[in-house]
Nanobody, 116 residues
Framework: QVQVVESGGGSVQAGGSLKLSCAAS?????????MAWYRQAPGKESELVAL???????TYSDSVKGRFTISRDNAKKTLSLQMNSLKTEDTAVYYC?????????RGQGTQVTVSS
């Protein structure tokens, strides 16, 4: 199993920014992993927010495209999500996920609350 731990959540007003980080505990190179950020708002299904494949290509949900940026630091074994122009509908628990070969894991989540 790949262990990941999220950090960086918090409360912000609409229009503001937050940066989430995810630290991966893995002995190997994380550049070969597929990594992503999911979110789940109360009463809603989990949503794939952004994904970074092993080739470094990023894809985003339509709801965050142009506002969020996913990136990875292979040396530090971290995944980040820069969130700009936040909206109240971005309020959710955000989860980091990583799949490395046959092993995968998801973190405990970090709360992001956007107020109007």
């Amino acid at each position: 199993q790949v262990q990941v731990v999220e950090s960086g959540g918090g409360s912000v007003q609409a229009g503001g920014s937050l940066k989430l980080s995810c630290a991966a505990s893995r002995s190997g190179y994380i550049g070969s992993c597929e990594m992503a950020w999911y979110r789940q708002a109360p009463g809603k299904e989990s949503e794939l927010v952004a994904l970074l494949n092993s080739g470094g290509t990023a894809t985003y949900s339509d709801s965050v495209k142009g506002r969020f940026t996913i990136s990875r630091d292979n040396a530090k074994k971290t995944l980040s999500l820069q969130m700009n122009s936040l909206k109240t509908e971005d309020t959710a628990v955000y989860y980091c996920w990583a799949s490395c070969g046959t092993r995968a894991g998801r973190g405990q989540g970090t709360q992001v609350t956007v107020s109007s």
